[in-house]
């Protein structure tokens, strides 16, 4: 590669590498993708990529890519994982680089994610002699549909990986604050259905049908007691039902009625525990009322499981590159990062980006001034895990 491409790479502390690293941000903003449509992402990420002089692996994946760095021969070898998708959400920022993808917008920062990631790749790639193992990084597709890291983990890009990280943005926080825990720092997020049918009749006759519609409602209620009643009180859980639908008009008693919602858990127990009872309670009210349930569940990603080791040093290094660490209870949303907890122990991190519009709001932004510091936390990160794992064998 010519000397010119590398030249950013030189010197990290200079505003050249700084002053790239912002035109990426900004460029990724530009132009968001929704989930499996990150195909121009991956385009320039595999330009960018090049550019830095860094291996991309031939895997099988229609978006998204991963490159790796490889160190010390015989090494062990860690992973870093961003997310590169974007939202249907129309942007409502004043900033001059707003999205120019109609309807689409990087509401939950992942091409902040992106960008510390791949700047990490820059540095760790500068300093390539120094590193004690591998480094595999994942530019991972379609976080928000929950699904996208079951993508990355059916190749082979976490063959021989004993250690993974990730980020998440938050706009709770000034930038220069690192939130982090032990354990699940994010929950379970499940989605479940429920059909009843009974029988249709004239709204005049409800003698001669089965009303769905005062079934559903009952079981609806009854839904509410599966937490307040079954889980411990200081375990957190969340059974909603976001959406019913029965009946098309006023004189009429429907055949069905149709109802769906989520379940939010932080660990397995719990997780097993609910759809039993509402499928439970679902069947045996609909019978009460001569009805019948019929109950589905769609399970998404298990909780985020902070690994205690990998999070002490994620918390040194961080305090070490400047950053106030806050300790912070889980969040019942999800994170798709966790599929990779299920079999690989690591951590993942949140990053304060300013205080400003929560996530996934059409008015949501980032300080640019927290790439620098992410950038640099990501790469002594990575450098720090081989680091231990070295240390581990020896
Ligand atoms: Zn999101
Ligand atoms: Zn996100």
Redesign the pocket.
């Known amino acids: 590669m010519t000397q010119q491409n590398v030249k950013f790479l030189e010197n990290s502390e200079d505003t050249e590498f700084n002053k790239k690293m912002k035109d990426i941000f900004e460029y990724f903003h530009q132009r968001p993708e929704l989930s499996y449509e990150e195909y121009d992402t991956t385009k320039e990420l595999a330009k960018l990529l090049r550019e830095g002089d860094i291996d991309i692996l031939d895997l099988p994946m229609k978006t998204g890519l991963v490159a790796e760095i490889k160190g010390k021969k015989g090494g062990p070898t860690i992973a870093i994982r961003t997310d590169i998708d974007a ?1 249907p959400i129309t942007e409502e920022t004043n900033l001059t680089y707003k999205s120019k993808n109609k309807g689409k917008m990087h ?2 920062g ?1 091409d902040f994610h992106m960008t510390t990631i791949l700047g990490a790749a820059y540095l760790l790639k500068r300093d390539q002699k120094k590193l004690k193992g591998n480094v595999r990084i994942l530019f991972q597709p379609a ?2 549909s929950s699904h996208g890291a079951e993508e990355v983990i059916k190749t082979s890009a976490l063959d021989g990986v004993q250690a993974i990280f990730g980020l998440h943005c938050n706009s709770d926080w000034d930038v220069g604050t690192l939130g982090i825990n032990v354990g699940p720092v994010t929950a379970a997020v499940d989605r479940f259905e429920v059909e009843v049918t009974g029988k249709g009749t004239h709204a005049a006759h409800p003698e001669l049908g089965t009303d769905p519609i005062v079934a559903a409602s009952n079981i609806i209620t009854a839904l509410q007691t599966i937490v307040s009643r079954n889980m411990h009180p200081l375990n957190p859980a969340i059974v909603s039902v976001t959406h019913m639908e029965s009946g098309h008009t006023w004189n009429v008693i429907p055949e069905k009625a149709y109802f769906e919602g989520t379940v939010r858990t932080l660990n397995e127990k719990d997780r097993e525990l609910i759809p039993e009872k509402i499928k439970m309670i679902s069947e045996n009210i609909a019978e009460a009322y001569g009805a019948k349930a019929n109950f589905n569940w769609y399970e998404g990603p298990p909780a985020t499981n902070n690994d205690k080791d990998w999070t002490e040093v994620a918390i040194s290094v961080a305090k070490k590159d400047g950053y106030q660490v806050k300790i912070i209870s889980p969040k019942m ?1 999800g994170e798709d990062f966790a599929y990779y907890q299920k079999t690989l122990s690591g951590t993942f991190v949140n990053i304060g980006v300013g205080k400003g519009e929560s ?2 709001s059409p008015k949501f932004k980032i300080d640019e001034l927290a790439l620098e510091k992410s950038t640099k936390y990501f790469k002594n990160l990575a450098e720090q895990a081989l680091i231990v794992l070295n240390s581990k064998r020896d």
Do not use: D, K, V
């Open positions: 939202l509401a939950c992942h976080e928000e949303g996530l996934h």
